[in-house]
């Protein structure tokens, strides 16, 4: 390695760029059992990974050698983390009319140097400049229509991919407006740090609005109540818009709600809420401290480690890996069939997972079920591991334990009586292993955790909220009975099934596949699918993956498409959304290109026999 700078060089460098730490000591001196001067080169080496993140004059600190506690060579791990600048800011601004959001949004440009996007002005821009979604947007207030989603999405996009706004990052005000235009944001991977919510009472907004006077003269706004015009001359010539009514403003109000509640389940995790009944100043210093607290919070370190090998003749060789780099994916991970999978990979799901089920929670539903089949999670396959399973199921309760919630993680015990008593193979020894599992430093299984099994006797009072781990028929015994008594035991306190298997098996008799089948299937069906995940392939094979297939609640299905890119590398594209899960013919009809079928009348003798044949 090049020698370290002189240490009477310029100081070192911003402590918010760069930190350096030496993972442990006794390793170091493994590697430079009495040489400081080895752990300063081994620091230097480091420059190769830092040298994107360096911006002026740096020194690197004088090391003393660890005490000597064995000899020997070996490997120094030196960890660096690298703390980057932080990203420019993205943040998503709302409420009612007359709420102040256009003050605020520019008092927050002005602090923090973003760009203020308004949905409506860029409209009206695309109007006056004539462009082609300006005219189709003109030609639907005309109509007095509401512009289409895909003209106002393309017309931000557009906006946001513009490089001050990449430089700067942005305040997007007025959009999205409707679910669709959230969900189409969320697949062109634009979404906020932080969504601010703007409430000020209806009978305020009412005040603010119809007390409004603009001045055609010097284009002023004046308010009757908060800010009176400077004379009598100008009072005069004050005008007031002609929608500035108590009935229109009505109208506009509640199709802001319908609005909010629309994008509410997308955005319900990084939505600050800011009372705007107050004074400018007063409501600024709180979003202020809200984005303050994001910044802090949004800090991003890089970590990489740098490994120098001693071998005996003195000459070193370098080697380099990557220590921790959870990649943040927008869309789908890539390399599901490398097993097994990465720690990031198996977190993205974990996350995902916990964040539909949360959502459905919370929106009341009690009857959940989560079906996520990845190789790790596929019992059909070699691969599978029940400790990603264990590891999901963890994962869950501890998000809604967070939250205070009992939860009762409950796995289905032995089914059937004397010789004939078992239970399916995917789920021996799990109840053990929960049992043996870490749940925190707090003591979380317990107190806001406890363990049970499938069937009423294990609904407590106490228990607000049931996790079932792959409940499933066996062959000659049904779990459906018990699994129904429970839920009924519950009553509203929500159920969650994760990878459930609860289609019929046969008996020796036959008897699963003919008696009272239909209820079965009836009750198994009321579960509503919070989250679904699974990779496509052609049929009767496992390699390679076509696509995957995902819901993630309130959130449509979604049909993605694996794209191969250059050597190693891929991504998956969208290439459908569906209201509920698509059938085969479905996703063999996007993947071919064609429209989703449709049901068409006959037209003939000949097409309605055609119909019944």
Known sequence: PPPP???????????????????????????????????????????????PFLNGDFEWPVLEPPPRSRSGLGNALIWIGAR????????????????????????????YGVIHISAGDLLRAEVAAGSENGNKAKECMNKGELVPDDIVITIVKERLSQADVQKNGWLLDGCPRSLSQAQALERACIRPQIFISLDVPDEIVIERIIGRRHDPVTGKIYHLKYSLPENDKIAKRLTQRFDDTEANVKLRLQTHDRNVKSVLPIYKDIIKKVDGNRPKDVVFKEIDEIISELLKEETWETDAAVALDETSNGSQTRSFSSLRSEERWKGIPTRLNNIPHTREIRQYFYKDVCQATKNAVEDGIHKLKVQIIIPELNPEMDVYRIGTLLELIRELALSFANDGKVVKVCVQGSMGEGIFSGMPLQLAGTRRMLEAMDWGEYEAK?????????????????????????????????????????????????????????????????????????KRMEFTESFLTCYYFRLLYTAGTQYPILGSLRRAYPLQYELYKRIDLEPGKEKYSIIGSFNSEPSKADINDAFSGHLLRKETPATSIWGFLSSIF
């Open 5 to 51: 700078p002189s240490s009477s060089h310029a100081p070192l460098i911003n402590p918010p760029l760069l930190s350096c730490h030496l993972l442990p000591s006794s390793t170091l001196h493994r590697a430079f059992p009495s040489n400081p001067q080895r752990h300063n080169n081994a620091l230097a080496s480091s420059n190769l990974f830092m040298k």
């Open 446 to 518: 317990g107190n806001f955790i406890k363990l049970g099994s499938v069937g009423a006797n294990d609904v407590h009072e106490a228990d607000e909220m049931f996790i079932l781990m792959a409940p499933q028929n066996a062959v000659g015994n049904c779990i459906i009975e018990d699994l129904q008594a429970m839920v009924d035991a519950a009553g509203k306190r929500p159920v969650i099934l994760v990878n459930p298997r609860l289609k019929d098996l046969p008996s020796a008799g036959g008897v699963m596949q003919v008696s009272g089948r239909e």
């Open 84 to 111: 980057l600048k932080e990203c420019p800011l993205k943040i998503m601004i709302a409420g009612p009319p007359a709420s102040g959001k256009g003050t605020q949004s520019e008092m927050i440009a002005k602090k």
